[in-house]
């Protein structure tokens, strides 16, 4: 069979892609994000508490504590949803102890906005083989700025969260 000048034939890829187990070094990983944004959710929640005890002190008025405390209610509420659901994302993480690895192109970056005064999130979008289960996934900001679309790189997902644990971008004479 011949092949066609047009359409040459994808080279064998001499690192296949597949399921790995987590190495210990990802697993770190995980479990120091895990620290910092549990670090970080206290400290916002603190500041929160001073700001309502010093809000409730101010105010003498019954209507004004009664929307006080409410308000901090609301936003501790808030604030132990949102880390419990962070932190349930890293032990599922944990618990499965799978990542994908593998190479990939870059089809698409893509930002969304900041909500609330809160990071923006920061994605990529794959072409490799595992783009039926995982097209997508969330990457650091510090990642994100090392990668550009159309760029072949080694990227490693850890399976239940489609969280970037590593990219290394290849050389553009890599096969793909």
Not at 32 to 53: D, Q, R, Y
Not at 87 to 93: S, T
Not at 147 to 158: G, K, P, Q, R
Request: proline share 7%.
């Amino acid at each position: 069979m011949e092949t066609s000048p047009t359409n040459p034939p994808r080279p064998e890829n001499p690192k296949p892609s597949g399921i790995v187990h987590l190495s210990e070094e990802d697993i770190a990983y995980l479990h120091a994000n895990k620290t910092k944004i549990s670090s970080g959710m206290k400290m916002v929640a603190v500041c929160m508490l001073i700001l309502i005890f010093y809000r409730i002190i101010s105010d003498s008025s019954e209507t004004g504590i009664m929307l006080s405390i409410g308000f901090a209610i609301m936003a501790l509420l808030g604030i132990g949803l949102f880390w419990f659901l962070f932190a349930r994302r890293v032990d599922k993480a944990l618990t499965t102890g799978t990542k994908h690895v593998g190479r990939a192109r870059i089809v698409r970056k893509f930002v969304t906005p900041p909500v609330q005064d809160g990071p923006p999130s920061f994605y990529l979008f794959l072409d490799w083989d595992f783009k039926d289960k995982i097209p997508k996934a969330s990457i650091a900001k510090e990642m994100y700025t090392e990668v550009s679309e159309n760029d072949l790189v080694e990227i490693e997902i850890v399976t239940s969260s489609k969280f970037v644990i590593k990219v290394r971008k290849l050389p553009e004479q890599s096969t793909w």
